[in-house]
């Protein structure tokens, strides 16, 4: 990999921060008010997508704007209360992030979450210094479409050939392709063999990133 010629766009929940919990908790309470019960095996097959994705799947049909929009808002409300109490960081992932800093190469923030949401994890964590930009995809396609991804690569001024994805969902590896960009998963919500269009897959951030970089295409 030729470091000068990079840039890594990094998803959020259960990325950077394994908010897996806190976000399952949050759509099972919303959820519950609407005579929806919530498995866990249907909310992790549809993790990683923006809330307009996803809550249809959860209801079995298509809200109207109106409760789209109270849905939403309340389950996301409820998430980041959940989210600073439970929450943590991924394991690792903080080391990577110094080293990518001090490597001299832009990070940026690529996530379906609400800014909002975004802010709140950055603030509560503080990392907001590690990063060149936040990109929210909540108001764009949904992955796997590649909008977030194309977009932050436009804000760096980049092709999407000089950027890297870290990502962990399916949808996500997927959009990071979809993108024409090379991509690291880590196994945080998904079993590694669902993971496999990513060119590398780890565990966690405990490995050694110069051994991860050195693989990248």
């Not at 519950?32 to 997508?49: C, I, M, P, S, W």
Request: hydrophobic fraction near 40%; aromatic fraction near 8%.
């Amino acid at each position: 990999m030729n470091s000068t010629k990079r840039a890594f766009l990094w998803d959020m929940d259960g990325t950077i921060i394994d908010t897996g919990e806190s976000h399952y908790t949050s759509w099972k309470m919303i959820l519950k008010k609407h005579g929806v019960d919530l498995g866990r095996e249907a909310f992790y097959k549809n993790f990683g997508q923006n809330n307009q994705a996803c809550t249809k799947v959860y209801l079995g049909y298509d809200p109207t704007p109106a409760l789209l929009k109270e849905i939403s808002e309340e389950k996301e409300a409820l998430f980041r209360q959940v989210a600073l109490e439970i929450a943590t960081l991924v394991n690792g992932v903080e080391g990577w992030l110094g080293e990518i800093k001090n490597m001299g190469i832009p990070q940026v923030i690529a996530s379906s979450a609400p800014l909002a949401n975004i802010m709140a994890m950055l603030d509560g964590f503080e990392l907001g210094h590690y990063f060149e930009d936040i990109i929210s995809g909540y108001e764009l396609p949904a992955k796997p479409a590649p909008d977030v991804f194309l977009q932050a690569a436009r804000v760096l001024g980049l092709s999407p050939e000089q950027c890297c994805v870290i990502e962990d969902s399916i949808v996500g590896v997927q959009a990071a392709k979809n993108a024409g960009m090379a991509c690291i998963a880590v196994t945080t919500s998904q079993h590694p063999s669902k993971l496999d269009l990513a060119d590398i897959v780890i565990k966690d951030f405990t490995q050694p990133i110069s051994e991860v970089l050195r693989l990248l295409p």
